[in-house]
């Protein structure tokens, strides 16, 4: 698997799963209505430093960026977002994303990494508490699950 910056011409291939997830409206606190302009606005944006995972056929199966989460003398905390095509679920792409993004953020001298809001019942909540972060608050049902009703969101960091 390759990971490298994402361009403007990968967008087309980042939307078919970026609107799938959310349009699912299980793991992102975002409207499931989101149109591809503004999904486009939101996931590329210039303050944001984006990275498609691809196969080895070329195909994307994922994507990940870094930003920072605050501004000023806080602009050392690092924020990112991370998705993975449902279809290839499974097959560490999250995992190698999230690694990917880490060190990149170390490197860009970031000190932390916080997760502001990541629903509880995400599968991912394993993933990253495998990766060092750790809870540091639950917002109680903040979020309306499809499938579970209202369940928490957690605030999640990790030291760099």
């Known amino acids: 698997m390759l990971i490298r910056k994402a361009a403007a011409g990968d967008w087309p291939r980042i ?7 959310v349009a699912a409206a299980e793991t992102y606190a975002w409207d499931p209505d989101t149109s591809e302009e503004d999904a486009r606005a939101l996931w590329m944006s210039p303050a944001k430093t984006v990275y498609v995972a691809e196969d080895d056929t070329g195909a994307v199966v994922g994507s990940a960026y870094v930003t920072a989460n605050y501004g000023g003398p806080a602009a050392r905390v690092a924020n990112a977002g991370f998705m ?4 290839r679920a499974g097959q560490g792409i999250g995992r190698a994303l999230a690694e990917h993004v880490l060190a990149v953020a170390r490197a860009d001298g970031y000190r932390a990494m916080v997760f502001n809001a990541v629903v509880e019942t995400n599968p991912a909540v394993g993933l990253w508490i495998s990766l060092g972060f750790r809870i540091l608050a639950t917002v109680p049902e903040a979020y309306e699950h499809p499938r579970h009703g209202p369940v928490g969101l957690h605030i999640m960091y990790r030291a760099l």
């Open 15 to 21: 939307w078919p799963f970026w609107h799938r997830i």
């Open 84 to 87: 993975v095509d449902p279809d």
